[in-house]
């Protein structure tokens, strides 16, 4: 029951890590980090990105502008690419240890203590995802709220309000988190089996083998 349980532990957590480095990626490229909705004209959306400007408009749909310049943009923007980058990274990275970690894979079944220290590192490797995810989104967003609630820029004066990218950034933030935590739980909660099944038979058809030749067990 133990290790069925540690199995789904370690199903669970990977499955969620790789929905959030899903949607890590998704949210480095969507354009709608920040939404501009102008009073006069309805029919106008503005949209910011990390790495471009996109006006949607009834008549001709949307259209695009890259950023001309990686100095020229505000700070959270520039540190934002970075982090988003790591974030995917550092998930990659995640999946590809943790992977080789999962009691699932036969491989290297007889180092399980190699197996669970895969698993750990996976863990952490999702923490610092999640983080590197979560700090620029929050960034934004609380510049956006900021810029807002601005006394000093007159009423008249449309404001950016959060985009559908924040959202989707912060779940992906906390999927990586809720992942690696299910994963070092799974690794550091239970039991390593001893054995798996076939050598458990291995190791009773040699006691066998023992009783047979009447001689005793060497490591009893």
Known sequence: MALVFRVAMQFVGILLSLLGWVLSIITTFLPHWKNLNLDLNEMENWTVGLWQTCVTQEEVGMQCKDFDSFLALPA??????????????????????????????????????????????????????????????????????????????????????????????????????????????????????????HYAVAEMQTQCSYLENGTANPSV
């Open 76 to 197: 959270e923007l520039r540190i934002s690419r970075i982090l988003m980058f790591l974030s995917n990274g550092l998930g990659f990275l995640g999946l590809l240890v943790s992977g080789f970690g999962l009691d699932c894979l036969r491989i290297g079944e007889r180092q399980q203590d190699v197996k669970k220290q895969l698993l750990i590192l996976g863990g952490i490797l999702f923490w610092t995802a999640g983080v590197a995810a979560l700090v620029p989104v929050s960034w934004v967003a609380h510049r956006t709220v900021q810029e807002f609630w601005d006394e000093t820029i007159p009423e008249i004066v449309p404001r950016w309000e959060f985009g559908a990218a924040l959202f989707i950034g912060w779940f992906a933030g906390f999927s990586l988190l809720l992942g690696g935590c299910l994963l070092n739980w799974a690794a550091c909660g239970t039991q390593i089996p001893l054995a798996s099944g």
